[in-house]
Nanobody, 115 residues
């Protein structure tokens, strides 16, 4: 059974940084892609960033140049480094594993950007 556990969320001031981590219960090497999504109150869940098995990355336009996704296959973790945070980045952030046409989700971690 696939389990994903996020950590690293919290309250940060505008312009600050946070690093989210996602620990997977099994090897992530075989996953087609790992990613981060977010959902703000009253809005649909949206893609933030993904990283393929081969290491190719994809980012939402709104986070390009500010966020960096990375994966550590040896430790079965995926991270999201978030810099220059803005109030509009406030959301629950979810880790995602995409494999064999299926999506697996973590429970989410809250990120709040406010002064």
């Amino acid at each position: 059974q696939v389990q994903l556990v996020e950590s690293g969320g919290g309250l940060v001031q505008p312009g600050g940084s946070l690093r989210l981590s996602c620990a997977a219960s099994g090897s992530i090497y075989s996953a087609d892609a790992m990613g981060w999504y977010r959902q703000a109150p009253g809005k649909q869940r949206e893609l933030v960033a993904t990283i393929s098995r081969g290491g190719s990355t994809n980012y939402a336009e709104s986070v390009k140049g500010r966020f960096t996704i990375s994966r550590d296959n040896a430790r079965n973790t995926v991270s999201l480094q978030m810099n220059s945070l803005k109030p509009e980045d406030t959301a629950v952030y979810y880790c995602n594993r995409h494999q064999y046409g299926l999506n697996y989700w973590g429970q989410g971690t809250q990120v709040t950007v406010s002064s």
